[in-house]
C-alpha cells in the first residue's frame, strides 16, 4: 500500500513538471541601437521577473523564470541604462504571453500571442544616468472625452513639456475617465513631452465587466504592459502597483485600495535584490492613508507593506485619486513600527477638479482643486537617496506655493470676524506659517481644517452668474489640510499695509508670500 502510494506521488510529481512552463532569454546591450542582439554581449547581474518571482541575469546575462498562460515578463531597468522606447517614449521592456487573448469585451483587451517563443530577449542601452536628477509627476490627467483631452494637451502638456533638466515622468493613475478608448490618444499626448514615461493603472483605467481583479487590467495591459512594475534610476528604486482591488472583495461592487498576494510577492521578491541604501519611491494611484470617515485602503494590506519596507530608511509614497493635495508624515503614531518615518505624498490632481469652472483667457478650464490647490504638476528632485518635492501650479511662477485671502479694506480701529488666510499648496499639520504686517515682528498663523474660503467664494460665484456660461460648475468644497489663519489689524495708520507671509516646508525650505489691504477710517453721517 505505502508502496503504491509513493509510485503515486512520484507519477504526480512526473506530470507536474512535465506541465511547468518556463520563460527564459537573454538580456543584453544593444550597442547599436537596432533592436536585434547581433552579437552584443549579455548583461549580468539585471532583475527579470514574471510579475511574481524575480530572477538576476547570470554572467551571460541569460535569465529563466517560470511560466503560464497569462503572465507578463519583464526587466527591472538597471542603473545606468535605459530600456528601449516605443513611439510613444513608453518602456518596451516586456513581453506578454497570453496565448487565448483576453476574455474581455467591452475594450480591447490583448490579442491572442500564440506560443511561447523559445527565448525572449530584452535590450539595455548605456546612458550617463547622475545619481541627482529630476522626474516629473503628473497626478490624474483622466480626461473624460476628446474636448477634456484637448484640455490637458493646450494646457498641462505644452507647458510641462518646457521643464529643464528632467530625466523621465510619471504619471499617477487615472490616465483617461472610463473611456478605455481614449488611452492610445493619451499616449500620442504623453509622446508630446518628449522624455521616457511610466503609467500607473487608475480605477478609471480598469475593465468594469471583469469578474476577477487579475483580469480588470487587460486593457492596460494591451495600450501599457504591466501594470505592476518595477525601475533604478541612479540610487533610486521606483516600485509601481496597481493597488485597486475590483470588484470589492468583500462587497461585490466598486473597488478597494489594497494588494493581493501575488503582488506581495513581487514586491518581496524584488526588494531582495534591492540595497537598503537606496530610496525607494512607491507609486500608485488610491493612497495609504484613508479620507476622513472613509476606508479607502485595506488596513492589512498597509501593515503588511509598511512591514516589507521596514529595512528601508528612506521611503517615499506617490498616490493620486482624491484630485486633493495632502501630506501624509507615517511613523508609529500611525502605525509604522521604524525608527525614520514614511512619507506619503498625494499629489493634486493634473486635471484638477475634472477639468471644471470658468475658462480662462486660453479658453481653458481653471479646475481649481476642491481644497484650493489649482491645477498642476509635481517635481520630484532626487539627490542620491535623499529627495524634494516641489508643486508648480499652471500658469504660475515656479515660487507661487501660497495663496492668500483676506479682506481688502478694514474699518481703522474696529472689531472685525474677518482673517487672513494662507494655504499652503504642499503644507501639512506639521509645517509652520507666520505672518507679519509691513515691519512688525514675525506671528504664528494658526493651523485649521475648514474650507478655502477663496475656492467656497468662488463656487459661490458660479451660482449667483445671471446667465449660463462655458464650462461646468466646481465641485463643492471639502476641508483643506494646508491652511492657515491670522487675526488680521485694525489699529494700525489709515492707508495701505503689507501682509507677508512665510512657510517652511519639511525640507528646510522658506516660501514667501505677500498682499496688501487697506484701513479706512469710517465715518457715520449723523
Known sequence: MKKFIYTGILACMAVSLFAQQFVGGRVYEDANRNGKQDGEKGIAGVAVSNGTDVSLTDAAGKYRLPASDDFIVFVVKPAGYQSALDEFNLPESYYRHKPAGSPIVFYKGVDPTGKLPASVNFSLYKQDEPET????IFGDTQPYNEQELEYLKRGIIAEARNAKGVSFGITLGDLVGDRLDLHEPYKQAIRQMG???????GNHDMNYDAKEDRLSDESFEA?????????????A?????????????????????????DQFAFIENNLAFVPHDR??????????IDSEGEKDFRDDDRQKLYE????????????????????????????ADREKPLYEYNVGATC????????????LPVSTMRDGTPAGYAFLRVDGNQYLLDYKVLGKPDDYQI?????????????????????????????????????????????????DPAYYRYVQDWDYLERLVPGRRPSNPVVCSHLWKARIQTGLTVGEHWIKVRAKDRFGRVHVARSVYGVEELRVKN
Not at 223 to 235: H, T
Not at 279 to 288: A, G, K, N, Q, Y
Request: proline share 5%; aromatic share 16%.
Open 133 to 136: 536628477f529630476t522626474a516629473l
Open 195 to 201: 522624455i521616457p514615461w511610466y503609467n500607473v493603472m
Open 223 to 235: 495600450r501599457f504592459g504591466p501594470n505592476n512594475y518595477a525601475f533604478n534610476y541612479g540610487k
Open 237 to 261: 528604486h521606483f516600485i509601481v502597483l496597481d493597488d485597486i482591488l475590483y470588484p470589492h472583495p468583500v462587497t461585490g461592487k466598486g473597488y478597494w485600495g489594497g494588494l493581493r498576494d
Open 279 to 288: 530610496l525607494i519611491v512607491v507609486s500608485m494611484h488610491i493612497p495609504l
Open 308 to 335: 516589507i519596507l521596514k529595512d528601508y530608511p528612506n521611503v517615499l509614497f506617490l498616490s493620486a485619486h482624491t484630485h486633493l493635495q495632502m501630506q501624509h508624515r507615517i511613523g508609529k503614531e500611525q502605525g
Open 352 to 363: 484638477g477638479d475634472w477639468f471644471s469652472g470658468i475658462l480662462n483667457e486660453q479658453g
Open 403 to 451: 495663496s492668500l485671502y483676506h479682506p481688502k479694506v478694514v474699518p481703522f480701529r474696529r472689531s472685525t470676524s474677518a482673517a487672513i488666510y494662507a494655504d499652503f499648496f504642499m503644507g501639512s499639520a506639521d509645517d509652520t506659517l507666520e505672518y507679519r504686517i509691513d515691519d512688525s515682528e514675525w506671528i504664528k498663523m494658526q493651523h485649521v481644517e475648514e474650507f
